[in-house]
């Protein structure tokens, strides 16, 4: 991203063109975030249905 600044204010300092791709990066790290810690959570009530007969079938 520090590169794309330089060359944004090197090319055309008028026009903070930049951002845009910034916007659109921290769109993805926000989603992927979401992804990872929250809405889709990997560990839902089928998982834990799952982990309590696998610890059952091993009494």
Excluded: C, H, T
């Excluded at 944004?8 to 979401?34: F, R």
């Excluded at 929250?38 to 610890?55: N, P």
């Amino acid at each position: 991203m520090l590169l794309l600044l330089v060359i944004n204010l090197l090319s055309s300092p008028g026009y903070l063109w930049v951002v845009w791709p910034a916007l659109g990066w921290g769109i993805a790290i926000v989603l992927e975030a979401l992804n990872v810690f929250g809405l889709k959570s990997s560990f839902g009530q089928e998982w834990a249905r799952r982990q309590i007969e696998d610890r059952l079938r091993n009494l």
